[in-house]
T-cell receptor, first 110, second 116 residues
């Protein structure tokens, strides 16, 4: 079974700070996705990375896929209260449709 | 386009009962997947249906089953409920264009099941 380890599990920061969330595995994934989930809602896809070493930017969010396609990171610059939520990484590559990490619960305080 | 809808949104059952949850995918989407989300285990894959056939299955006991209808709508059933089945059950649909690597899944809001 492929596993994805996310860290940190919880993160509470002040508005304007930067942060990085990590997603690591001992398995290779054909693609890796990042989702954001808010209370009472399902996860919403932020980005998909496919190529080892790939870097994608989405406004203040930067996503990186490791060269070996086993790890990924999400960096948020100048976090805002609206960034608060549960961030999930998910890998695609085995018999399961998607394997999810347990998530990072981010709170950005005004 | 309407998003993925799930019914009911909330459900309370007692141990030993059975429950059926429903999912209507986005129009035109052929793949429907189900996930269980708990605070301890996070999101775990249950199964995926495509063209009325179960295509992939996660590591859950046989008490968890599902089906897909010709209009792509899907149901999942949990029999002989246990306290540990309390969770948010999420349904996701995708176009599944040739099972591509970047097939985007769109999630519904989930059904919150509480087993007493």
């Amino acid at each position: 079974t492929q596993l994805l380890e996310q860290s940190p599990q919880f993160l509470s920061i002040q508005e304007g700070e930067n942060l990085t969330v990590y997603c690591n595995s001992s398995s290779v994934f054909s693609s890796l996705q990042w989702y954001r989930q808010e209370p009472g809602e399902g996860p919403v896809l932020l980005v998909t990375v496919v190529t080892g070493g790939e870097v994608k930017k989405l406004k203040r969010l930067t996503f990186q896929f490791g060269d070996a396609r086993k790890d990924s990171s999400l960096h948020i610059t100048a976090a805002q209260p609206g960034d608060t939520g549960l961030y999930l990484c998910a890998g695609q590559g085995g018999s399961e449709k998607l394997v999810f990490g347990k998530g990072t619960k981010l709170t950005v305080n005004p | 386009k309407a998003g993925v809808t799930q019914t009911p949104r909330y459900l309370i059952k007692t141990r030993g009962q059975q429950v059926t949850l429903s999912c209507s995918p986005i129009s035109g989407h052929r793949s429907v997947s189900w996930y269980q989300q708990t605070p301890g285990q996070g999101l775990q894959f249950l199964f995926e249906y495509f063209s009325e056939t179960q295509r992939n299955k996660g590591n859950f006991p046989g008490r968890f089953s599902g089906r897909q209808f010709s209009n792509s709508r899907s149901e999942m059933n949990v029999s002989t409920l246990e306290l540990g089945d309390s969770a948010l059950y999420l349904c996701a649909s995708s176009l599944d264009q040739a099972g591509g690597l970047t097939d985007t899944q769109y999630f519904g809001p989930g059904t919150r099941l509480t087993v007493l």
